[in-house]
């Protein structure tokens, strides 16, 4: 018998289709190694990708021989939109000290104390902040200080300073029990962190949005204090800075160590009207034709009925049980609306040295707390030292410019009375 060559052979037909096996061949090229001139001029192309400034992320390591800059973290009770959040981040960002990081509510949280969320899912949404990296959370300040240092969030383990603020409002005496700004920064304590909560002292129809990039500014040497004594190792131990800013922050008098005082709000309850449309207005909602014939029968008669049923007292008619004669016993639950709001009173302390009193004679008060709100006497005298030393180095550093200013004048001076030759 002849034997048949190859390509004599008659052929069968391939199993597989055309396009998986295409999809199989494009597998296995690329996981062959590329010859050796190929990958030295990848590695060369990522050597350039890498020194490239737009390929930079926030959360890398410097290059070598840059010096790290610190992490500072920020969250705000008034969520991620705030004015006073945005301040912050902008004189932070200018000032180029710190590498800022914000982790913030999607809204408004206040007076929500240290509140967390358990047993549900918390989203965290990406936001752009220019010259930041920013997240917004669906909980509460809290947990977001504590989703930021759980490593889930960001790539660094933890960062140097954690800021809460700037607040709209005042965080005075026992306010801070409420004050959802102070549990962010006690969150990071207990998280071992240093942290700062940050204050201004808002009027209502008197303060005004700009007033947070002034307090902003006004903080700053001391935010900018505080991160040079942790990068020593010689930052407070064991407390958190509530600072208080006065409602003029452009005209303060300075930074001023305080006491918390025994101030707390007055709580105003007020009823609210139910809003809720009545089960008779949706019930003429659902038969359009009883309502016309209502409305036929006159105006006033309906209107005169509706209103009969809307109450702010709403009462619902429920079955409880029948009774032996057949009977049904029924009871009526009373619904109830009201909202509460704070309310500012006098306060009748003069001494000069708590946190109201400090904001209210235009200083920037400066309280440090533990985790329990308190100032022991080991944590007061250190926290004195240290700010005095912060607004002596202030002092010197506007005393310098001035100082060359006016040594300019007096060479100025002195060439314009000297005779000129002849």
């Given at each position: 018998?002849?034997a048949t060559?190859g390509?004599?052979?008659?052929k069968?037909?391939n199993p597989?289709?055309?396009?998986l ?11 062959r ?21 737009a390929a ?8 070598d ?44 949280k206040p ?42 969030l960001f790539?660094?383990?933890?960062p140097?300073?954690?800021i809460?603020?700037?607040?709209a409002g ?30 201004l ?8 949005d ?14 900018n204090?505080a991160?040079?004594?942790i ?11 509530n600072?208080?800013?006065?409602s ?7 930074f ?6 025994g ?5 105003s ?12 207005v ?32 709403r009462?619902t ?14 009871r009526?639950?009373?619904k ?5 709001e ?8 003069l001494n ?9 004679n ?9 985790v ?5 006497p080991?944590?007061?005298a ?5 700010l ?8 010197e550093?506007e005393?310098?410019?001035a ?14 009375e ?5």
């Open positions: 018998m002849e060559s390509e004599d052979a008659p069968r037909g597989l289709p055309s396009a096996v295409s999809n199989l061949q494009s597998v296995l090229a690329a996981r190694p590329p010859p050796a001139e190929e990958v030295s001029t990848a590695a060369a192309a990522g050597e350039a990708e890498a020194e490239s400034p930079e992320a926030s959360d890398a390591p410097p290059a021989g840059a010096p790290a800059r610190p992490v500072v973290l920020l969250t705000c009770a008034g969520g991620i939109r705030s004015a006073g959040l945005a301040a912050l981040v902008d004189a932070l960002v200018a000032g180029g000290r710190c590498d800022v990081h914000v982790c913030a509510p999607e809204s408004d007076a929500c104390g240290h509140s967390i969320t358990i047993r549900e899912t918390i989203s965290a949404t990406s936001v752009d902040f220019a010259g930041a990296k920013a997240f917004e959370i669906s909980g509460t300040p809290v947990d977001c200080i504590s989703l930021a240092l759980s490593g889930r790539a660094w383990s933890a140097a300073l954690v809460s603020g700037i607040n005042s965080n005075c005496g026992y306010e801070m029990f409420h004050s959802s700004a102070i549990a962010a920064a006690r969150e990071a304590l207990l998280y071992g962190v240093p942290s700062i909560a940050i204050s002292n808002w009027k209502k129809d008197e303060s005004k700009s007033d947070f990039k002034d307090a902003a500014q006004a903080c700053l040497p001391l935010i204090a991160l040079a004594d990068e020593k190792g010689t930052f407070l131990k064991g407390c958190l800075l600072i208080g800013v006065p003029a922050p452009s005209a303060n008098k300075g001023k160590l305080t006491k918390q005082s101030y707390s709000p007055a709580q309850w007020q009823a609210v009207s139910a809003s809720r449309p009545s089960s008779a949706h019930f003429m909602g659902m038969h359009q034709s009883l309502g016309i014939q209502l409305a036929q029968l006159g105006k006033d008669a309906s209107a005169a009925g509706a209103a009969r049923r809307v109450s702010a007292q009462k008619v429920e079955v409880e049980s029948v009774a032996a004669s057949g009977k049904q016993e029924v009526e639950v009373v109830k609306l009201f909202r509460a704070f309310v500012e009173k006098q306060y009748q302390d000069e040295d708590i946190d109201l009193r400090a904001m209210e235009g200083f920037i008060s400066v309280a440090p707390l533990n329990h709100g308190q100032v022991e080991e944590i007061g250190p926290a004195s030292d240290w005095l030393a912060v607004v002596s180095l202030e002092k550093k005393a310098a410019p100082t060359a200013d006016q040594q300019d004048a007096s060479v100025a001076a002195e060439e314009k000297a005779p000129s030759a002849t």
